[in-house]
């Protein structure tokens, strides 16, 4: 087991990046998102963050400060759309993700590193594919607990990745100011400040009992124990059977742009099988398969189909994803391709619809069973005929 498990990845100007990553003549230009005239700034890219421009703030004083900022609208469709399909990207990896935020996570990747190598591996390997499958960048922070690793992104960005060792814990904090610990805001360093307390090392030496009367006695506390790396070893995933998550899915993007249609009907099965996988795992069914493709020049399209039942099978979301794309009728290249099942819930309250004729055992007896010879003997040992001999693409 590694030392440094816990990744805490950020997206880079989230809104910003996303809006205009089609856009890429806007790349090194300063952007900034939202409502023009009366507005505020949602977002900002970071040469126009160098111009002092930060979100929330009035539109008219940000252009006052960078006169030649571009401002473009929110594309809250795509911002939804790449979030959900970041996070699928982490589940990929490990089931432990806890979402903070639509672009930010902690990941727990102890158990991931016979797959994919060290945490340092894993973070890299995640940049490059976020990188080339929705065209933003992020920064991650590896380290022993959850609060080193969110201070250890921040300083990596952009576009980074920041390691923090056991060892390196206290070295790494204590010359940080305080307003880098996670929950020191405007008022509370300035109550600190009033406390002739500047770096992190500052709080950490002083007593217990005088942050307590300055910032109350859970506050004071909490933060003496940042001081000190404090914080958790482990991630807690938030969703669960009882609240489901709305939507699954899995994606891949081709080595290279195909326009192949065996070989694109392989990877949708491939994909509906992982997704179904992780359905029973999580003990939900869905009743609507989206399919998600995206061409040679990032052009990204979605389709999707309700089905009469919900299912957990992969032959019914295989079954739906195929049909999608035969009606879809591609003339281009493609690059990318995804599936999701959502409509999700718990499958306990989802009562199982008998069809007559169907055989017994069927298939939902089947795919069970293969779930229990995978738990056993690895991923590999049960899988589609189609997928026997192929490898990822």
Known sequence: MTDTPIL??????????????????????????????????LSATYPARACGVRSGMPMRRALRLCPRAVVVSPDSLGVQSVSSAVMETFRSVTPLVRALS?????????????RFGSP????????ARIADE?????SVGVAPIT???????????????LVVRPDEVLGFLHP?????????????????HRLELVTVADLAHTPVSTLQHALGPVAGAHLH??????????????????????????????????????????????????????MRRGGVVGRVVVITVRFSDFRTITRSRTLRETTDLAADIYAAAAELFSVLRPRARIRLVGVRVSGLVAAARAPRQLVLGARDPGWFEAERAVDQATLRFGSTVVRPAALIGSRRP
Not at 102 to 114: M, Q, T
Not at 120 to 127: K, S, Y
Not at 176 to 192: C, D, F, H, S, Y
């Open 8 to 41: 805490h990845i950020d997206m880079d100007a989230f809104f910003a990046s996303v809006s205009i990553r089609h856009r890429p003549e806007l790349r090194d230009v300063p952007v900034v998102v939202g409502a023009g005239g009366r507005g505020v700034v």
């Open 102 to 114: 639509i672009d930010e996570a902690f990941l727990d990747v102890s158990g991931a590193a016979r």
């Open 120 to 127: 340092e591996q894993i973070g890299e390997q995640l940049r």
């Open 134 to 138: 929705q065209g933003i960048t992020c």
């Open 147 to 161: 609060t080193v690793a969110k201070i250890a992104s921040e300083l990596a960005k952009p576009d980074g990745l």
């Open 176 to 192: 940080l100011p305080i307003e880098t610990l996670w929950g020191v805001g405007k008022k509370t360093a300035a109550r600190l």
């Open 225 to 278: 124990r940042l001081a000190w790396g404090a914080g958790s070893h482990t991630v807690t995933p938030r969703a669960s059977i009882q609240e489901p998550e709305r939507t699954m899915g899995h994606q891949e993007t081709f080595g290279r742009d195909t326009d192949d249609p065996i070989l694109i009907r392989r990877e949708l099965l491939r994909l509906s099988t992982r997704v179904a996988a992780r």
